[in-house]
C-alpha cells in the first residue's frame, strides 16, 4: 500500500502490554498507515477520534497479569483497571478486538492482517 490520504489510517489502543508497539511495526512492514493512540493514558474517553481520527480501531487486549509481566510494571489492579476504564469507549467502538494473552505477535499480526485483507480492501 501506499502511504497517502487514501489509505485507511488504522489506529491501535489497548492497555500498557497488550502488543500495540510490536502489532504497529507489523502491519507497517505490510504498507499499512498506523498511529498508537495512547488512550489509556488519556481522561478524554474521545480522545482517540479526536486526535488520531483513524478509520479503523484495532483494540488489544490483555489481562492484568500478562499486561504487568510484559512490561515489568509494578502496579496494583486498581492501576489496570483505571486503564481500562479509560479504554471503554474505544473497547466499545473498535472494528477489530483481539484477546492476546495466549496469542504470539505473529498471531496477533495474522488475525489483524486478516481482518483487513478480508473486511477492508
Not at 54 to 71: A, G, H, K, V
Not at 79 to 84: G, V
Amino acid at each position: 500500500m501506499k502511504e497517502d490520504d487514501r489509505t485507511p489510517l488504522i489506529g491501535v489502543v489497548g492497555p500498557c502490554g497488550s502488543g500495540k508497539s510490536t502489532l504497529i511495526a507489523g502491519l507497517e512492514k505490510h504498507g499499512y498507515r498506523c498511529r498508537h493512540i495512547a488512550q489509556e493514558h488519556s481522561y478524554v474517553p474521545r480522545m482517540w477520534q479526536v486526535i488520531a481520527k483513524p478509520d479503523i480501531l484495532i483494540f488489544l487486549q490483555c489481562s492484568f497479569e500478562n499486561s504487568t509481566s510484559r512490561r515489568k510494571l509494578n502496579w496494583a489492579i486498581a492501576d489496570y483497571e483505571e486503564q481500562q476504564r479509560r479504554l471503554s469507549h474505544a473497547r466499545e467502538h473498535a472494528s477489530l478486538f483481539i484477546e492476546t494473552d495466549n496469542l504470539t505477535p505473529e498471531d496477533v499480526l495474522a488475525r489483524a492482517l486478516t481482518y483487513l485483507k478480508d473486511d477492508n480492501p
